[in-house]
């Protein structure tokens, strides 16, 4: 006994082409020209405005970077420099570069860059190189020149 044979209907549906993957599209890039001398000079036309703002860019930037990593946020700059510092008589300053810079540290590594900001480098330079004066001056450049590194690797690699 044979099967009786299915009548076949061809169906020709023209679609349009599909366009061509695209990268995911970044909302902006992240600023990769930071400098000591900008952020001294600045600071002090400013009365010190700039580096507030500077260092709320350093910390949102590094939320944009590191965030789908390690799951970790940072205290917006200017909460912890108006309300969480005073109220902590310094010591929240103290706690937030030191695990800002942790992180940076962090970043770096798991990016495959040089680690050049470290905790440590913020205790050593940041506050024993007080000591000396040019301390503070060499922890904040290499703090900012760690960002600009990340940024421009975020730039090009995304996340």
Same mark, same amino acid.
């Given at each position: 006994m044979t099967?009786?044979?299915q009548?076949q209907?061809?169906v020709n549906?023209?679609?349009?082409?599909?366009?061509?993957q695209?990268?995911p599209?970044?909302?902006s890039?992240l600023?990769?020209?930071?400098g000591?001398l900008?952020? @001294? +000079? !600045? /600071?002090?036309?400013?009365l /010190?405005?700039?580096?507030?703002?500077?260092?709320?860019?350093? /910390?949102?930037?590094?939320?944009? !970077?590191?965030?789908?990593?390690?799951g *970790?946020h940072?205290?917006?700059?200017?909460?912890?420099f108006?309300?969480v %510092?005073?109220v902590?008589?310094?010591? =929240?300053?103290? @706690?937030?570069?030191?695990? @800002?810079? =942790?992180?940076?540290?962090?970043?770096?590594?798991?990016? =495959? !860059?040089?680690?050049? @900001?470290t905790a440590?480098?913020?205790? +050593?330079?940041?506050?024993l190189?007080?000591?000396?004066?040019? %301390?503070?001056?060499?922890?904040?450049? *290499?703090l900012?020149?760690?960002?600009?590194? !990340?940024?421009?690797?975020y730039n090009v690699?995304?996340?």
């Open positions: 099967m009786p044979q009548p209907v061809n549906i023209s679609q349009p082409p599909l366009p061509p695209q990268p599209v970044r909302q890039n600023r990769t020209k930071r000591l900008k952020y @001294v +000079l !600045l /600071g002090l036309i400013t /010190g405005i700039y580096d507030i703002w500077q260092m709320s860019e350093v /910390g949102d930037s590094l939320n944009l !970077l590191a965030f789908k990593r390690d *970790k940072t205290m917006h700059y200017c909460l912890m108006f309300l %510092g005073w902590t008589l310094g010591i =929240g300053w103290l @706690v937030w570069y030191h695990r @800002v810079s =942790g992180r940076i540290g962090e970043e770096q590594a798991a990016r =495959g !860059l040089p680690v050049t @900001v440590s480098t913020f205790w +050593l330079w940041g506050i190189g007080s000591l000396i004066a040019v %301390g503070p001056f060499i922890y904040i450049y *290499k900012l020149h760690a960002m600009n590194d !990340l940024s421009a690797d690699r995304g996340f």
